[in-house]
């Protein structure tokens, strides 16, 4: 395993996430978690090397069997991660004295506030709850403060000036570093000195498997190599990422996240111009290739702003349904359920786009 320090303290560059541990019964929702299938995975992590172990309070029923599966070892073998969401519950001194209960110990290593966004960055700083977290630290209830971040870079920018903060948790990947933002979010963090804590490496498993192009590009280069672990040896090129948090589910999972962990070497430049290629490709094969020209808007009878659906189309293809909502924002006479079909706008489109098919499709998603 590798190891990588934050504030002077030897972490595992693999950190295990416990937010979707085993379910009893993985097809019923709200299933409880398997204890025993959960514990042998989280032994088997820390008898490989990983020392750090993420939780929260509004992970359910994550923080009690982690805390159960931990008082089999010695408290100094390990660093706990949870968080405080101000949104689920918004009394802090309630919700941390909760999670020492479920985690079965008089301290947590590294504390983080919870899931920043740009619509409660104000809530957080107004709420007395750093002022609180900061006195735990100093009665050495908490070891390490940090925040999670799903903001702006704006917003990041802004809340990484606010104090001295112990490290940050971002969600980096190659497809959000070369198509995202963050590539800017890293250098944010980098130029303040705060170590960095990864989610979502492989942008919740969407870059474990790609288009067949693009995988082809990847197994040419390194044929023993998962793609999925591409995504994490991009990650672990970036000298300020400090732990990686994967969540493990399987057996099989952790083996492969171990392998990758097993030694320093990172993507090389033919690697990094490799995984470029590929990630191109993958985005192309999600993708419709509008320009935005507009040469498809005049002759339509009931006047769609179809580039503005476009977007929202592509968005949707590439980040999932909630891109959707954003259909609500455009400004437009006409919506895809008005389209009559009349094909003008793919006689129209220099990309040859099958214009009336998307529209069809997005009125059903938009129903
Ligand atoms: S097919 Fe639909 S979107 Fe295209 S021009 Fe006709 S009505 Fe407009
Ligand atoms: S004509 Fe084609 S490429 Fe141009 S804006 Fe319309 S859909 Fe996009």
Redesign the pocket.
Known sequence: MIYNEIQGVKVSALGMGNMRLPAVDPNVKGSPIDYLKAHEIIDHALANGINYFDTAYVYTGSEECLGACMTKHDRDSFYLASKFHIGSNPDYEAVFAESLRRLQTNRIDFYLLHCLLDNNIDTYLESGAIPYFEKKKEEGAISYLGFSSHASVDVLRRYADYRKWDFAQIQLNYYDWWYGTAKEEYEILTERNIPIVVMEPVRGGRLASLNPEAEAVLKAAHPDWSISSWALRFVKSLPNVKVILSGMSHMDQIKDNLNTFSVEEGLSDADMATLKEACDLFRKSMQVPCTGCRY?TE????Q?N?PEYMKVYNDYKVNGKDELKKAADIDTEGTPAD????????AACPQSIK??EI?AELAELLK
């Open positions: 498809c002759g339509c009878p009931v769609i179809i389209c009559v079909g009349c094909g003008a706008c793919e214009i009336p529209m």
